[in-house]
């Protein structure tokens, strides 16, 4: 019976594996994509609605979570329990459309490449607003390291392509999403970053009924 389990559990395992890398390509490759195709509308094809256009990522991936959750079950359906709890997930999302707001604004006027270069300082302004909002320090190594991406930002400042909107606007779409990470480790928002951690320690759906069709009878 242990012989049997065993060939069962590592299939399983090499199933929930090859899952998470398939996902992990389909984020890298969608993200590519969807900077690309948004740099193409807002600079070179003229669409001028950046925020309209923002409105549209944000609906598809509505009703595309709401596909994944409910009928493909890819994840649990977790309904909110409170009001205090909707209004955290409320706050969050508004930071959120916010930062896609800013660095889809910011791609109408700056390249590609340093939109993303802009995006690198990320780490900074999360340290930066883990000190204001928690006055924890981190070690000096971690804001040693934190010198060269500041750096190398301002050389990036030099380039032909530079546009002081465009720049302000990436700059404070990379600073809410920071703010963001640093918002769900922020005390009562702590939940949210729990669920999340959970979910992607559940097995997957179809892992019990193959474990169980190989259990002798």
Not at 46 to 51: D, L, N, Q
Request: a positive charge; charged letters at 10%; glycine letters at 6%.
């Amino acid at each position: 019976m242990s012989s049997t389990q065993q060939p069962s559990s590592s299939s399983s395992s090499k199933k929930q594996t090859l899952f998470i890398y398939s996902l992990i390509i389909l984020w890298y490759s969608s993200n590519i994509g969807v900077l690309l195709l948004n740099k193409y509308l807002l600079s070179n094809y003229g669409f001028r609605f950046p925020i309209f256009l923002t409105m549209c990522h944000m609906s598809a991936c509505a009703f595309f979570s709401y596909i994944s959750i409910v009928f493909i079950r890819l994840v649990p359906l977790q309904p909110i329990k409170s009001r205090p709890q909707f209004l955290k997930i409320a706050t969050l999302s508004v930071v959120f459309c916010c930062s896609v707001v800013g660095g889809n604004v910011s791609l109408r006027y700056l390249p590609v490449s340093f939109n993303q270069g802009v995006g690198a300082t990320t780490p900074f302004f999360t340290a930066l607003f883990a000190y204001l909002m928690t006055f924890k320090r981190e070690a000096w190594v971690t804001y040693a390291a934190l010198v060269p991406v500041v750096a190398g930002l301002v050389i990036a400042s030099g380039e032909p392509g530079f546009h002081w909107f465009g720049f302000i606007m990436c700059i404070s779409a990379t600073a809410a999403r920071a703010f963001k990470s640093v918002l769900q480790f922020f005390r009562g928002f702590c939940f949210l970053q729990k669920e999340s951690v959970s979910i992607i320690n559940r097995p997957l759906p179809q892992h019990s009924d193959s474990t169980n069709k190989a259990k002798p009878t």
